[in-house]
């Protein structure tokens, strides 16, 4: 089993950068790909990005495509997201999930963390 653990969000104007880290508690989380999903009130969960077990294999949501970027460090068990030029509509909770293989569909990934509010100030 992997438990993943979000941390890095917060509150953040138009314009402005944060990252988020999934913080993996094994040494197979080396061997699984991770994906961002992000929910806003009232909405349902969506797809931001996700990332093959070696980085060497992303995609992205065409909404955050040329301003997010996953990468990840699996010497420290830790996949980010780097956010720049945030939007009001970026603001949600972010998510971290893991399965075997990458995909952008929610129902594929059977490992989550608890979430990370992100807040974008207009």
């Known amino acids: 089993q992997v438990q993943l653990v979000e941390s890095g969000g917060g509150l953040v104007q138009t314009g402005g950068s944060l990252r988020l880290s999934c913080a993996g508690s094994r040494r197979t989380f080396s061997n699984v790909a991770v994906g961002w999903f992000r929910q806003a009130p009232g909405k349902e969960r969506e797809f931001v990005a996700f990332?093959?077990?070696?980085?060497?294999?992303?995609a992205y949501a065409d909404s955050v495509k040329g301003r997010f970027t996953i990468s990840r460090d699996n010497a420290k068990n830790t996949v980010y997201l780097q956010m720049n030029s945030l939007k009001p509509e970026d603001t949600a909770v972010y998510f971290c999930?893991?399965?075997?293989?990458?995909?952008?569909?929610?129902?594929?990934?059977?490992?989550w963390g608890q979430g990370t509010q992100v807040t974008v100030s207009s």
């Open positions: 999930a893991a399965e075997p293989r990458g995909t952008p569909y929610s129902k594929d990934y059977h490992y």
């Open positions: 990332i093959n077990w070696s980085g060497g294999n992303t």
